[in-house]
C-alpha cells in the first residue's frame, strides 16, 4: 500500500498559534514523522509533502499525491477555536461514501481513547482543497485543539506525541491488515491480522554472499510479495 502523509502547513504559514506560540505546523511534522516511521517500519510505501518546516501550496499536495498514485491521502492538523475550552479529535472526508470514512470512524474512536479526549466524529466537507481534488481516498485529521492550553502543554511531551503518531499509524496499518512493529522485539516480524490464529513464515533460499540474498528478495517483493525480510 502506498500512503500519503500531509502534514499541514509549513514555513511561512505556521497554521494555527497556541498560547505559547506552539506551531501548528511544527507540532504536525513532529507527529506526522513518527508515523512515517511506523508505516514504514511495517513496508507500507509513504510519500509526504514535506520533512522539514517548508511551505508547500495546496494544489502541491494534492497534485503530488495523485502523480504518486498513492492509495491513501491522510492530512494531519491541528485544530483551533475562540472557544479556548474546545477540546476533541475529529477527521473530515469529502463524502460518507468515501472508503475513507470507515478508517475515519476508526481513527477518532482510537485516538479520543488513547489521548483521552472527546471524540467529535468524522465530518463532511466539500470545501477543503486536499480533500476535493486528490484522486484516492483522503481524509483531514484534527488531532485536538492547539487553542486549549491543556492541549498545547501536552504537546511539549514526547510521551503524547508519541501516543498521538502511534494511535494514528496503529488505525492505518488496521485498515490494511497490519499492526505496529514492537521496537523491543527482537524479532519485527510483520504480522497479517486475519481471522485465523494460525501463522506460517516462508524461507525462500539461504545465502553466502548477501548481494544475493537481496537480488532474491527484491525479485519476491516485485511479484508481489511486499512483506518479504532477510534473516
Known amino acids: 500500500m502506498k500512503w500519503y502523509l500531509d502534514f499541514g502547513h509549513g514555513g511561512k504559514d505556521t497554521g494555527a498559534l497556541g498560547f505559547k506560540n506552539t506551531k501548528e505546523s511544527d507540532a504536525v511534522l513532529q507527529i506526522g514523522m513518527i508515523v512515517k516511521n511506523n508505516l514504514e517500519k511495517s513496508n507500507e510505501k509513504v510519500i509526504t509533502t514535506r520533512e522539514s518546516d517548508t511551505y508547500y501550496s495546496l494544489d502541491y499536495r494534492s497534485t503530488k499525491a495523485n502523480n504518486n498514485s498513492c492509495d491513501y491521502f491522510v492530512s494531519l492538523h491541528m485544530n483551533s477555536s475562540t472557544n479556548k475550552s474546545a477540546k476533541g479529535c475529529e477527521v473530515w472526508v469529502y463524502s460518507e461514501n468515501s472508503k475513507a470514512y470507515t478508517l475515519s470512524k476508526n481513527i477518532c474512536?482510537?485516538?479520543?481513547n488513547k489521548i483521552n479526549t472527546?471524540?467529535?466524529?468524522?465530518?463532511?466537507?466539500?470545501?477543503?482543497?486536499?480533500?476535493r481534488k486528490?484522486?484516492?481516498?483522503?481524509?483531514?485529521?484534527?488531532?485536538d485543539f492547539i487553542s486549549n492550553k491543556d492541549v498545547e502543554t501536552s504537546l511539549s511531551s514526547n510521551q503524547y506525541?508519541?501516543?498521538?503518531?502511534?494511535?494514528?499509524?496503529?488505525?492505518?496499518?488496521?485498515f490494511v491488515n497490519k499492526s505496529v512493529v514492537d521496537e523491543n522485539s527482537n524479532?519485527?516480524?510483520?504480522?497479517?491480522?486475519?481471522?485465523?490464529?494460525?501463522?506460517?513464515?516462508v524461507c525462500i533460499g539461504a545465502f553466502k554472499d548477501k548481494s544475493n540474498a537481496i537480488k532474491c528478495k527484491n525479485e519476491a517483493i516485485s511479484k508481489g510479495f511486499k512483506d518479504t525480510y532477510i534473516l
Open 109 to 112: 474512536s482510537n485516538l479520543s
Open 118 to 131: 472527546p471524540n467529535r466524529g468524522v465530518k463532511i466537507s466539500k470545501e477543503f482543497s486536499v480533500l
Open 134 to 143: 486528490t484522486k484516492m481516498p483522503a481524509l483531514l485529521i484534527e488531532i
Open 161 to 174: 506525541i508519541k501516543d498521538i503518531a502511534n494511535s494514528i499509524s496503529s488505525s492505518l496499518l488496521s
Open 187 to 201: 524479532n519485527n516480524f510483520i504480522v497479517d491480522k486475519t481471522n485465523s490464529t494460525d501463522f506460517y513464515r
